[in-house]
């Protein structure tokens, strides 16, 4: 029986990695589906937040590339430093308008590392945290 290597994580933690990764995952990439499909609550959103209707189809682009480039094991560290980015710039948006509820993206932004984390521990050899 072959034996795990030894930084592999266990079963356990390995699919609640993936659930918990999964979850930011599908809302940014909900969230690029509809900038592309541009329903008219989109459009009164970007006028909302300040932003031209016609920055939809690049940004929603933008977020499912990141989906893309995270939910793949060999570039997953760089998917979750892209989605982190955007996540930053929603809640910078949402910030420069004066709406301070941005709950939903730091939930979303810390699922993203703690998911990869538990799918990965070698993350945890970057992380500031020590024994």
């Known amino acids: ?21 999964a979850l930011p995952a599908l809302l940014l990439l909900m969230s690029g589906v509809m900038k592309l499909a541009k329903p008219r609550f989109v459009a009164e959103g970007f006028n909302h937040l300040g932003w031209p209707e016609n ?6 682009l933008m977020e499912i590339a990141c989906v893309v480039v995270y939910v793949i094991p060999r570039t997953c560290v760089l998917g979750a430093i892209l989605m982190t980015g955007c996540l930053g710039g929603a809640i910078a948006t949402h910030i420069r308008i004066g709406e301070f509820f941005i709950l ?28």
């Open 55 to 60: 920055d939809a189809l690049g940004i929603g």
């Open 104 to 131: 939903p993206q730091i939930a979303a932004g810390i699922l993203v590392w703690l998911g990869l984390y538990l799918r990965d521990p070698r993350l945890g050899e970057l992380a500031p945290l020590r024994k």
């Open 1 to 21: 029986m072959p034996q795990p290597h030894p930084n592999s994580p266990s079963k356990k933690a390995l699919w609640t990695g993936r659930i918990l990764s």
